[in-house]
């Protein structure tokens, strides 16, 4: 009989660095976040991404292409009977159609990965259980789920101002030129942020890709999905130096989706096998 104490599984051992997907498509009921067997992998959008349309009831947290962006529902109801609405552009901007709906810009159509990061990419998930006991026996009679939390933890190198904003809760992002500048540094990138006016906090469908070595044709990965994810509370803190490039913190908590089924309402871990 074999000693199974050394027995190793090599293809189960991954290492880094993982790739950060933001704003990707919302995979449907029983679907999965897709990725091709490229180095590193890359993300495969849907075959038929849903697009806007008109006098339909939408959710909260249903999504769709504007044709430029990804749209998604922050204040559902029917939508309006002809014709799309004018698209607000800004990122994190709000559209509400004739019919009531309102809808929150989220940025371009096939995801944004967020730059060079440092050190390790944190995939958190935390299951909290209670206990239901009687004083008759010693053990507990039933244990139930009362909590799930979900979060993704990533250092970023890259200070585009368009990545930054992606992680305060309130803001927008918008470029332009300004003539006050010196000739030659007009240009510029702006974030605002603040306001008393802007309660829809941004929900996004994150994805962490996390490549198997020893695959590339094709490559494996573990590709972790949140449905709905939002920044954490943490804000964003930012140092200059010499000695040391700047890296800022992220971390997105994962919300959960209602209009989904139970036990896959906040996201999705695939391991390619």
């Not at 029917?78 to 004018?86: F, H, K, M």
Request: proline fraction near 6%; charge should be negative; glycine fraction near 10%.
């Amino acid at each position: 009989m074999a000693n199974t104490i050394f027995s190793v599984n090599q293809s189960r051992i991954f290492e880094g660095p993982g790739r950060f997907c933001y704003n990707w498509w919302l995979p449907g009921a029983g679907a999965q976040t897709i990725v091709d067997g490229s180095t590193p992998p890359q993300l495969v959008p849907p075959v038929s991404p849903p697009v806007y349309q008109t006098s339909h009831a939408y959710s909260i947290d249903d999504q769709f292409s504007d044709t430029t962006n990804i749209q998604r529902v922050v204040d559902p109801g029917t939508s309006q009977s002809s014709g799309a609405p004018t698209w607000n552009t800004q990122l994190f901007g709000l559209t509400t159609d004739t019919g009531g709906v309102t809808y929150m810009n989220l940025g371009p159509i096939g995801g944004t990965f967020l730059g060079a990061t440092e050190g390790a990419m944190e995939v958190d998930i935390q299951d909290d259980t209670a206990d239901v006991s009687a004083d008759q026996f010693r053990a507990p009679l039933l244990r139930f789920a009362v909590d799930c939390k979900a979060s993704i933890t990533v250092d970023l190198l890259q200070t585009e101002l368009d990545f930054i904003a992606r992680g305060l809760a309130a803001s927008q992002y918008s470029t332009g030129t300004n003539s006050l500048y010196p000739t030659g540094a007009q240009a510029y990138e702006a974030i605002t942020f603040g306001g008393v006016n802007s309660p829809f906090v941004p929900k996004v469908c994150l994805v962490a890709i996390m490549q198997k070595p020893g695959w590339s044709a094709p490559s494996k990965s573990h590709i972790v999905t949140l449905y709905g994810a939002s920044v954490g509370k943490q804000g964003i803190k930012m140092s200059a130096q010499l000695k040391k490039a700047n890296v800022y913190k992220v971390k997105f908590d994962g919300l959960t989706v209602a209009s989904r089924a139970d036990y896959d309402q906040i996201g999705q871990w695939v391991n390619q096998t």
